[in-house]
């Protein structure tokens, strides 16, 4: 195993203000214009940077006239002295995160039927405002969500179901639909669709992502079905022709308007509905940064989504 290198060997002999003197005199464009976006005196400005030429050996600016140029070396210097910076202060940032009592990584599952563009709209959102907070993602599918609650595994759920001894709070419901290609040969029957009818034909179904997976939760009792790990994978199945499911209808809208898939005219309801709940692991351990994608959820939702169904 390698050892890891000691403080001494990793020390600089370069400060942070010496870099920061530099960047200043190239952005500012000059000696004195870099003092006075510093607000410091131009004297110790020009000596921060002597000071850095001297400790690496080399000439970082050259005088042309009244304007001092970035030599060829002063060029990559810069550069590098940019991204230290940068990452100097995304290390005081983080810090202050920590300080505050944010968490370095936040962890949810959300059950694949949650509107996908909606979800990356609410991360996009809390990343803009944390940026050093680390998000893992669990796209789970029935028994997985549980089992990602009850396990600890991560702070917050976004479930149809609510474990035994959690609370949930609602979201929004999510429709589902039954649908085929237009040429399956259940659209060609041309009339309404009993179960019976179903049971000829192949039923495409999204895998429990739980380890204690029940086969028959969520399906129709058939002779044929092919089972998936991916949603995207039984919609394409369907709008090859390959079988009948039901789908969130925000998953295949796109679908659907280019006529790939059609809805199934089942006489038993053409619809079913899940509603969809935010569910905390612990909700009083759960820390500021999980609250906090907690609430631009809720109101991204609440912006969004809860308006009558088109």
Request: hydrophobic share 40%.
């Amino acid at each position: 195993m390698a050892k890891a290198p000691s403080t001494a060997a990793i020390s600089s002999r370069v400060s942070l203000d010496q870099w920061r003197s530099l960047l200043a005199v190239v952005d500012a464009g000059g000696y004195a214009q870099a003092a006075q976006a510093l607000h410091r005196s131009q004297s110790s400005v020009t000596y921060a940077v002597q000071k850095l030429e001297s400790t690496l050996g080399v000439k970082a600016f050259e005088i042309h006239g009244r304007k001092a140029v970035l030599t060829p070396t002063g060029q990559t210097l810069y550069r590098r002295a940019r991204a230290l910076l940068e990452d100097a202060a995304a290390i005081e940032r983080a810090a202050r995160k920590v300080t505050a009592g944010w968490e370095a990584e936040i962890s949810l599952a959300v059950e694949v039927l949650f509107p996908t563009w909606l979800l990356l709209e609410c991360l996009n959102r809390f990343g803009a405002e944390s940026p050093e907070t680390r998000v893992e993602l669990f796209e789970t599918v029935i028994g997985g969500t549980t089992e990602a609650i009850e396990s600890g595994a991560v702070d917050i759920a976004i479930s149809p179901a609510i474990p035994r001894g959690y609370s949930g709070e609602r979201l929004l419901p999510t429709h589902f639909v039954p649908v085929a290609h237009p040429e399956h040969a259940l659209h060609k029957l041309g009339r309404e669709i009993t179960l019976r009818d179903l049971r000829k034909h192949r039923h495409l179904v999204v895998r429990d992502s739980g380890s204690r997976r029940d086969k028959r939760a969520a399906t129709v009792d058939v002779d044929q079905r092919w089972t998936v790990t991916n949603m995207t994978t039984s919609i394409a199945a369907a709008c090859r022709g390959f079988g009948f499911a039901w789908f969130p209808k925000d998953k295949i809208r796109t679908e659907l308007k280019e006529g790939v898939l059609k809805i199934l005219p089942l006489r038993d309801g053409r619809e079913r509905v899940a509603e969809c709940y935010l569910i905390f692991a612990d909700r009083d351990a759960t820390g500021p940064g999980a609250l906090r994608l907690a609430e631009i959820l809720r109101e991204e939702v609440g912006a969004r989504c809860r308006r009558p169904a088109e």
